[in-house]
């Protein structure tokens, strides 16, 4: 199977509110007050696990399919910590993201523990954005002037 390219573009609308355009959508991205923003949108740690939380929820779905158990409906809570101080720039002692995300699913479904398991372990393998997370991605940050 061949790559896809997926893109966005943003702009800023001030200092911490970011406009993002993905395909047909615009997403509003801003700080809490007390970091602040004017809470205007989900802040970018929070859109990490955002987009965790969908991966992981497509992925529940297409895998309990190809197991054969009927999957009536998943729920998923995400959580993580981060130290702000690299971030505000008072200390580089910690690093700047999560520490650690904890997800816990709650799946609505009739399938026994083990069968859950191995369902649970070929969702986390196969998520894009778990791998993301989980690995190392290359990251080229280039400037172009306008």
């Given amino acids: 199977m061949s790559d896809i390219k997926f893109r966005v573009k943003a ?5 911490t509110k970011t406009v993002v355009k993905a395909r047909n959508f615009q997403i509003i991205i801003d700080e809490p ?3 602040g923003g004017a809470d205007a949108g989900p802040n970018p740690v929070e859109y990490i696990l955002a987009a965790f939380s969908g991966c992981l929820n497509v992925m529940a779905h297409v895998v309990a399919k190809e197991m054969n158990f009927e999957l009536r ?21 910690e690093r700047a993201g999560y520490k650690e995300i904890v997800v816990r699913i709650k799946p609505d479904c009739d399938a026994d523990i ?3 398991n ?13 791998d993301n997370l989980q690995h190392p991605t290359p990251v080229k940050i280039e400037i172009k002037k306008k």
């Fill in 11 to 15: 702009k800023s609308e001030n200092a």
């Fill in 118 to 130: 191995k369902w649970v372990e070929a969702i986390e393998n196969r998520c894009p954005v778990s």
């Fill in 33 to 35: 007050a007390d970091l």
């Fill in 73 to 93: 409906g998943v729920e998923i809570d995400l959580s993580g910590n981060l130290n702000p101080a690299r971030l505000f720039g008072t200390s580089y002692d």
């Fill in 114 to 116: 083990d069968t859950l």
